[in-house]
């Protein structure tokens, strides 16, 4: 029995149920079997040299003590000074439109934490990125989630992610506080329309009380057109809150430097909850920021920007690691933005029951759903470590009718590394249907 | 046309605290400091560079690429070094290990995983008073209130002390967490192991109070630092320590700090800590495994960089001290940390008599004698300070509070 004093809040109920961390479990099985990581999102290759740089300069020139609470002046400058200049200077952003976050994983923390209300819900697009859930639950919120459908694209001859705006509009009610708009998308790569953009705008003004919030991490990735559901009109510029952060963009997950940006009243507010968490940020890392983002804008590697590099850059992994897939005779659904894939493997899922390899499913436990035992087979027996698509799912909805069909492929790893994936994914074809690999 | 009204604009009822806190005194101080470019000893941050090998850890890790996601852990070395530290510290054949310790985002960050892993709506935290102002902020957002035992001041030693009778007073059945600052800011206050003694027997009575430690200046005091955690199995089992690299490394924008505590409890505040920014800065956890190591070894002529910075704070202690004794102030001279607590009643009542000085309104606290007399201090002698009424429960002032 546990002693009294060791009894948790009530808001940590979310982490206490759902069995097995799907981080855990893919991290301890790619562990022990040495498998190739596609599962977490961070890249493996070497932080640019003029960011590494650029901290190293700020460490040495004594940038070690505490930022304001705010952040520091010169990097909310830079940032106001350049989300202007990219919102076509329709809006005079400054320095009271910013707050820095320890990540974006930090900024929305920090966005729940201020606006959240017991039994407030917030609306997501699902699948969403895992960590919403708790993060919401913690603040007393509640995630509703409507999800992504998949339908043929005639133009493009594929399956594709597309959003119904009549599902998110049926979702939306007067409790509805937050929605939360992740574009570029974590884990399916959709990229939220102009027009898209331009419809919710529209079905949201019959709810004064809604904010939106936007995580645009993965922002400068994407190979279609990226939107700003702020810089729509005055009106939505009002009532959103944008997060982001120097981590995909620069190839620094590890420095946790975000940011929220919005009207300077509701960035005030998350001032508070940022103070309350961690008082300041990492100082070095921010003065780093600066100076990475004013080089950021001048020519790299010959390409106008560096921006237009590494977005060039993931298009042709993008590419790459389809093939691969394609290759393996399961079916990528082609991302547009973000640098991950959700692969429909059920083909193969199917097979391994069949053939009795997989345990019955048991909805209480995680690690029996079939994108699990997928990815724990495609660990052992292939040695690549990718992510169960369900984790990205509200498990609550879950059925002994469900299909668990997808898993998440991260392809932010170098080129020799997705050459080496493409190897191992030919095996999988070869394991479990011999007579057709050969024709693969 | 929507316009940014009222509605979207409300934040969080648990915003309550900073909405209504009035004006921040660190706003009051900061602003009147760099108007008058006064000299700054107000914020707790040291004015000299990071020593030498604490920053050349920090380049090494950027430039060996440890600049990627750390686990939500923390950094496996760091917290495996920091448990061998503790078990040594500890003694008695205490054997901890990575699973005893999460790294936090400062220990400002380690405390509010604390209070956000185990407060409820209306739980009470009893902690001394006067007390860091933003432990309010923090325990207020997660649906905590602050109980607060005030410190005495012994007149005739003119030293802080602790009255035990006030402290079990104030606990009950809704104390859910004992918060315990030693060495304390503001006073330098140390608790004694006769101290920690008795208050582990108080809570013998209380089965569901934890005991959070803020122990962030432990290598800055004259007098003997004890570990609560390790006066006996119990108090380890019910007690979450937090601490940072920040005032022992002078490094304060660093933000790396941590906590240490039974595994179970561990568990719950890493899912505090996750949710709340995923992982913590890695260049910098993992730069202080090197620093760790480093202080552990001869520096500067002293057994350990430990030894080297008491000796140099112990330095600068004795001068401040003496020079507010020499412009007429009484110093209540600290044992720990790097703050002294100074009775400046004599000048107040001298402005007052001048009528310098504004009457005090309890709804504005500019006008506490304190808060003048800072603002007085920067604007005439050109230096800064803080008032110390702001580090009290501001709702309990009256017109006789000594607000000096």
């Not at chain 1, 546990?2 to 893919?26: C, H, M, Q, Y």
């Not at chain 1, 001859?157 to 979702?171: C, Y």
């Not at chain 2, 000893?41 to 020593?51: R, T, V």
Request: proline share 5%; with cysteine.
């Amino acid at each position: 029995m546990s002693s009294p004093f060791a009894t948790p809040a009530l808001r940590l109920k979310n982490d206490l149920e759902g069995g097995e961390d799907v981080w855990a479990f893919v991290n301890r099985l790619r562990i022990k079997h040495n498998a190739i990581n596609h599962g977490q999102g961070f890249p493996n290759w070497s932080s640019p040299q003029f960011v590494k740089q650029a901290v190293i300069n700020a460490v040495t020139n004594d940038f070690n003590q505490y930022a304001p609470n705010t952040g520091l002046l010169e990097l909310k400058k830079q940032i106001a000074k350049e989300t202007s200049l990219k919102y076509g200077n329709r809006f005079a952003l400054n320095e009271n439109n910013i707050q820095i976050t320890n990540g974006c994983a930090g900024a929305l923390d920090c966005t729940f934490r201020a606006f959240l209300n017991p039994g407030d819900e917030v609306i997501a697009i699902e699948p969403f990125f895992t960590f919403y859930r708790t993060q919401i639950c913690h603040s007393g919120g509640v995630l509703k989630t409507v999800a992504l459908d998949l339908k043929f694209d005639l133009d493009r001859n594929q399956q594709i992610w597309s959003l119904d705006v009549a599902k998110l509009k049926a979702a939306i009610n007067e409790r509805t506080r937050i929605l939360v708009l992740n574009t570029p998308h974590n884990p399916t790569g959709f990229v939220l329309s102009l027009h898209e953009m331009q419809q919710i705008a529209q079905l949201i003004r019959a709810y004064p009380k809604l904010l939106v919030v936007t995580d645009e991490v993965y922002d400068r990735i994407s190979s279609v057109d990226v939107h700003h559901f702020a810089a729509l009109s005055a009106d939505t510029f009002a009532r959103t809150i944008v997060c982001c952060s120097a981590a995909k963009t620069f190839s620094v997950t590890g420095w946790k430097i975000g940011w929220t940006l919005g009207p300077a009243s509701l960035i005030r507010c998350i001032n508070f909850t940022s103070r309350g968490h961690s008082w300041s940020v990492n100082t070095p890392c921010q003065r780093a920021l600066v100076d990475i983002l004013r080089h950021a804008q001048q020519p790299y590697q010959g390409f106008p920007t560096y921006y237009a590099w590494l977005n060039d850059m993931y298009s042709k992994k993008r590419e790459r690691m389809l093939s691969a897939i394609t290759q393996s005779g399961m079916s990528p659904i082609t991302p547009n933005g973000a640098y991950y894939i959700m692969v429909d493997a059920s083909k193969y899922m199917d097979i391994l029951r069949a053939q009795g390899v997989f345990k019955r499913l048991n909805l209480k436990d995680p690690t029996t759903y079939y994108d699990w035992q997928f990815c724990a087979w495609l660990i052992e027996n292939v040695g690549v470590a990718v992510v169960p698509g369900s984790a990205f799912y509200d498990y609550s909805k879950f059925s002994a009718q469900s299909k668990f069909k997808f898993i998440r492929f991260a392809y932010c790893t170098s080129d020799d590394t997705i050459a080496k994936t493409a190897k191992k994914l030919k095996l999988i074809a070869k394991l479990l249907q011999p007579q057709i690999a050969s024709k693969l | 046309a929507f316009s940014n009204d009222e509605h979207t604009y409300k934040p969080a009822s648990r915003l309550e605290i900073d909405l209504t806190g009035g004006k921040v005194v660190w706003e009051f101080v900061e602003r009147l400091r760099v108007k008058h470019n006064a000299i700054n000893h107000g914020k707790g941050f040291p004015n000299w560079s990071a020593p030498r090998f604490v920053k050349k850890a920090a380049m090494n890790a950027i430039a060996n690429d440890c600049n990627q996601y750390a686990p939500s852990a923390g950094l496996l070395e760091l917290r495996q070094q920091i448990a061998k530290e503790t078990s040594i510290k500890y003694g008695d054949g205490c054997t901890l290990n990575e699973d005893n310790v999460q790294i936090t985002n400062g220990c400002f960050g380690g405390l509010d995983a604390a209070f956000r892993a185990f407060l409820n709506k209306g739980d009470e935290v009893v902690l001394l008073e006067p007390f860091f102002t933003w432990y309010r902020t923090q325990i207020s957002h997660w649906g905590g209130v602050i109980r607060p035992v005030q410190l005495d001041l012994e007149p005739n030693l003119n030293v802080w002390c602790l009255n035990m009778a006030k402290l079990k007073a104030a606990l009950n059945d809704k104390t859910r967490i004992l918060l315990l600052n030693t060495p304390h800011n503001p006073t330098g206050f140390v608790l004694s192991l006769s101290q920690m003694r008795e208050i582990a027997e108080l809570l013998r009575a209380f089965p569901q109070v934890l005991v959070v430690t803020d122990q962030v200046y432990d290598y800055i005091s004259a007098a003997a630092v004890h570990q609560f955690a390790a006066l006996s199995p119990d108090t380890f089992a019910r007690t979450i320590v937090c601490s940072s690299a920040s005032k022992t490394f002078s490094v304060t924008g660093w933000r790396i700090g941590w906590v240490i505590a039974p595994k179970k409890l561990i568990q719950y505040i890493n899912f505090a800590a996750r949710a709340s920014s995923w992982a913590v800065n890695t260049p910098c956890q993992r730069a202080m495994v090197d620093i760790l190591k480093v202080a552990a070894k001869p520096y500067k002529g002293l057994p350990s960089y430990y030894e080297w910075l008491n000796d140099m704070y112990t330095q600068k202690r004795e001068r401040i001290v003496e020079a507010i004794r020499q412009c007429g102030m009484i110093p209540i001279v600290p044992s720990g940390a790097f703050f002294v607590m100074v009775d400046v009643s004599k000048y107040i009542e001298i402005l007052k008599q001048k009528n310098v000085l504004k009457a005090v309104d309890l709804a504005d606290p500019h006008t506490f004698y304190d808060w003048q007399f800072c603002a007085w201090l920067m604007e005439t002698v050109g230096v800064a300070v803080i008032p110390g009424s702001a580090f009290f429960d501001a709702t309990k002032f009256d017109k006789q509070s000594d607000l000096a």
